[in-house]
C-alpha cells in the first residue's frame, strides 16, 4: 500500500488555478519532499489530500483511503501540521496538547513531556504570549505526540531558528527511522537535500519532476568557474553567468566537447568545472520549464 497515492488530482477555484492533474506516488516508510515556491500548489495539494478542500478533478488515497470518501479517517491516523497553524487565544500551551490528544482519543502525555522539552516549549504559557517560532512549536508537538503512520508537514521549518530547526529534523529522522512516513513541503532546497529520500518538483500547479534526489540532482548541468576571466563570450547552454572577484562563473548544459571549444576563445588563468548545489538543481527544472 502507498502513504499516499493521486491520480490526475486538480483543483480550480472558480478559473483560478490550484493544482493541474498532480500525479503523486509516496511510498510507506519513505521520507518525501515536496518543492516548490510560494504559490506553486504545494498547500493546495495537501488541503486536497486531507479532504480540507474538494478536488475538481482526479482522485487520491492517503495510507489506502480515499480522500473524498474518508477524509475523516485520514485525519484520525496522520500528523498534520499547516503551514499557519491557528489556535484559541487564551489556552494554555499544555491544554492545547491535551485537546488535540483527546481529538485522536490517545494519552500523550508523556511523548508531548518528552517533545516539549527537546524544543524547549514552555508548556504554562498562554498561546497568544508566544512568539511565531514558538507558536510553530505547539502546532510540531500536536502533529508528532500521538505517533502516527504518516506525517504530513507544509513548510514544517518557518519561523524556527537553525538550533530548532536541526533538532525538529532529529525528531522526523528518529521517526522515520522507526517505520513513519514523512511527506513535507518546503522551498528551503537544502533541507530536503539533506534529508529526505525521494522529491517532487512542483510550479504553477504542475509537477515538474518526481524521483530520488539523488536522481533529480543528475541533470547533466555543470557549474563552470573560470579564474581571471573578467567576460565572457556567448557560449550556447550557459546560463546563470555571474563576474566577481576576478571570476566567471555560470551553469552550463550541453556538449562537453563544445565547451572546450567555445573556451579556446576566452583569456583565463585557471578553471573548475564542479556539480552545481541543490539550489541551483532545481532552479534549473524551472528555467527548463519557463523555455
Not at 504554562?124 to 514558538?134: A, F, H, I, K
Not at 502546532?139 to 525538529?168: N, W
Not at 512542483?202 to 581571471?228: N, P, Y
Request: negative net charge; charged residues 25%; contains cysteine.
Amino acid at each position: 500500500m502507498k502513504a499516499i497515492e493521486t491520480v490526475n488530482l486538480t483543483k480550480y477555484y472558480g478559473k483560478n488555478r490550484g493544482i493541474d492533474c498532480v500525479n503523486l506516488c509516496v511510498g510507506e516508510g519513505d521520507f518525501f519532499g515536496f518543492i516548490g515556491p510560494n504559490g506553486a500548489g504545494k498547500s493546495t495539494t495537501i488541503r486536497t489530500l486531507l479532504g480540507l478542500i474538494s478536488p475538481t478533478g482526479g482522485s487520491g488515497t492517503v495510507l489506502g483511503c480515499d480522500i473524498e470518501k474518508n477524509h475523516m479517517e485520514i485525519l484520525s491516523q496522520i500528523g498534520y501540521l499547516p503551514s499557519e497553524a491557528m489556535f484559541y487565544n487564551g489556552m494554555r500551551v499544555r491544554d492545547i496538547l491535551s485537546y488535540s490528544a483527546r481529538l485522536h482519543k490517545k494519552d500523550c502525555r508523556e511523548e508531548a513531556e518528552r517533545l516539549c522539552e527537546r524544543l524547549e516549549l514552555d508548556t504554562s504559557r498562554r498561546v497568544d504570549e508566544l512568539s511565531l517560532g514558538n507558536r510553530k512549536k505547539v502546532g510540531i508537538v500536536c502533529a508528532l505526540q500521538h505517533k502516527p503512520r504518516l506525517y504530513i508537514l507544509d513548510e514544517p521549518t518557518s519561523g524556527l531558528d537553525p538550533l530548532m530547526q536541526r533538532e525538529f529534523y532529529a525528531l522526523l529522522t528518529e521517526r522515520n527511522r522507526e517505520g513513519a512516513t514523512v511527506f513535507l513541503s518546503s522551498h528551503v532546497l537544502s533541507e530536503i537535500g539533506r534529508y529526505c529520500k525521494h522529491a517532487a518538483v512542483i510550479r504553477d500547479g504542475k509537477i515538474l519532476a518526481s524521483d530520488s534526489v539523488e536522481k533529480l540532482g543528475h541533470t547533466g548541468v555543470k557549474r563552470v568557474t573560470l579564474q581571471g576571466a573578467q567576460t565572457l563570450p556567448e557560449i550556447s547552454g550557459a546560463k546563470n553567468i555571474t563576474a566577481e572577484n576576478g571570476a566567471v562563473s555560470f551553469l552550463y548544459a550541453g556538449s562537453p566537447k563544445d565547451l572546450l571549444s567555445s573556451l579556446a576563445a576566452v583569456s583565463f588563468e585557471d578553471f573548475t568545472v564542479t556539480d552545481p548545489d541543490l539550489d541551483e538543481v532545481f532552479m534549473h527544472y524551472y528555467a527548463k520549464e519557463e523555455n
